[in-house]
T-cell receptor, first 111, second 116 residues
Framework: DQQVKQNSPSLSVQEGRISILNCDYTNSMFDYFLWYKKYPAEGPTFLISISSIKDKNEDGRFTVFLNKSAKHLSLHIVPSQPGDSAVYFCAAKLTGNQFYFGTGTSLTVIP | DTGVSQNPRHKITKRGQNVTFRCDPISEHNRLYWYRQTLGQGPEFLTYFQNEAQLEKSRLLSDRFSAERPKGSFSTLEIQRTEQGDSAMYLC??????????????FGPGTRLLVL
């Protein structure tokens, strides 16, 4: 059962433009959401997170939006840079510290 | 501190053999997680420890999988009687439990297992 879904396997964006990565979830009991970035041959690296009591969290070029009624999460990267090219995973946490990850979106930022 | 380390980085084994992987977390982290990742998928939660206590193991894939963290520091994941379907990347992550519960997991580079 895929409780966290990333329906876009890939995304290409021009350098300097906005990248928007989307994530949908099915379990309303998730209380914490995270985005990770992964380069080949490395483990995922934490990027940004948001608790279920908030609807927005910002950190530099990265902003995460949470729409609980739609069970939808998005990551905005502005402006996009070539070094942002990687696979991005969204993840969600249940009480009891079980984490569920999406299948990932491969972002390519074109110089 | 150099982050989470995992050994070996690669393991090739024959079907039916047992394998053991090691994870050394960031030293002050009290939580340790194991995940499996197959091609085209995200990490799949297996189990986690708070110090030496294994608090969640219901999502271990079968009774062939077991994990330990005997002294609350490093952890091992063992797969007995390996099958070709066990071929995957096995990831370890550690975190520091915070009062608010909004922890950040730091991942190791993973151990890639190939079962022939």
């Amino acid at each position: 059962d895929q409780q966290v879904k990333q329906n876009s396997p890939s995304l290409s964006v021009q350098e300097g433009r906005i990248s928007i990565l989307n994530c949908d979830y099915t379990n309303s009991m998730f209380d914490y959401f995270l985005w990770y970035k992964k380069y080949p041959a490395e483990g995922p690296t934490f990027l940004i997170s948001i608790s279920s009591i908030k609807d927005k969290n910002e950190d530099g070029r990265f902003t995460v939006f949470l729409n609980k009624s739609a069970k939808h999460l998005s990551l905005h990267i502005v402006p996009s840079q070539p070094g942002d090219s990687a696979v991005y995973f969204c993840a969600a946490k249940l009480t009891g510290n079980q984490f569920y990850f999406g299948t990932g979106t491969s972002l390519t930022v074109i110089p | 501190d150099t982050g989470v380390s995992q050994n070996p980085r690669h393991k090739i084994t024959k079907r039916g053999q047992n394998v053991t992987f090691r994870c050394d977390p960031i030293s002050e982290h009290n939580r340790l997680y194991w995940y499996r990742q197959t091609l085209g998928q995200g990490p799949e939660f297996l189990t986690y420890f708070q110090n030496e206590a294994q608090l969640e193991k219901s999502r271990l894939l079968s009774d062939r999988f077991s994990a330990e963290r005997p002294k609350g520091s490093f952890s091992t994941l063992e797969i007995q009687r390996t099958e070709q379907g066990d071929s995957a990347m096995y990831l370890c992550a550690s975190s520091l439990d915070t009062a608010g519960g909004w922890e950040t997991q730091y991942f190791g580079p993973g151990t890639r297992l190939l079962v022939l």
